[in-house]
């Protein structure tokens, strides 16, 4: 099962500021990229201005592996807006460089879904302003 959207309602755009710029310009060339810091090499998401580990304020965008397993997972039977079309999966993906990012979990019956299952990244292209990543069940 994938998300479907309602066209006749405007889909939500994610809000792009200084921090999550960087982010976003790799969903833009289908990269799911995250600060990792450049002082002690850990990964930082959600972007802040510094690595929570070390405090340095010196990090750079690095291209993630895109795997990683279902840490927990909802299945919206109603939707909680009019562009979403109900029902769909939420899930919380803990990714193999240790960050967890909330997507959308496509190509599976809500019933299929469970806590460790091994995912991949895939883009959806949404529109031409809107490309948003998501994940499946890896092979």
């Known amino acids: ?9 405007p889909i939500p755009m994610p809000p792009i500021l ?8 790799g969903v833009a060339k289908h990269e ?13 998401h959600p972007p802040r201005p510094f690595c929570p580990k070390c405090r340095s ?3 750079e965008w690095a291209r993630s592996s895109g795997k ?3 840490y927990s997972w909802v299945t919206y039977r109603e939707s909680p807006h009019p562009a979403f079309k109900a029902p769909y999966s939420v899930v919380l993906v803990e990714l193999k460089e240790g960050m967890r990012l909330v997507s959308n979990l ?5 019933e299929e879904i469970c806590i460790g299952m091994p995912v991949e990244v895939v883009f959806d292209d ?14």
């Open 1 to 9: 099962m994938s998300i479907t959207y309602d066209k006749t309602h």
């Open 18 to 25: 200084w921090d999550n710029k960087g982010f976003w310009d």
């Open 32 to 44: 799911l990229v995250f600060q990792k810091c450049k002082e002690c090499g850990n990964w930082v």
């Open 57 to 59: 304020l010196e990090k």
């Open 68 to 70: 990683g397993t279902v």
């Open 106 to 110: 496509v190509d599976i019956k809500p």
């Open 126 to 139: 949404i529109s031409e302003s809107l490309i948003l990543p998501k994940f499946r069940k890896a092979v």
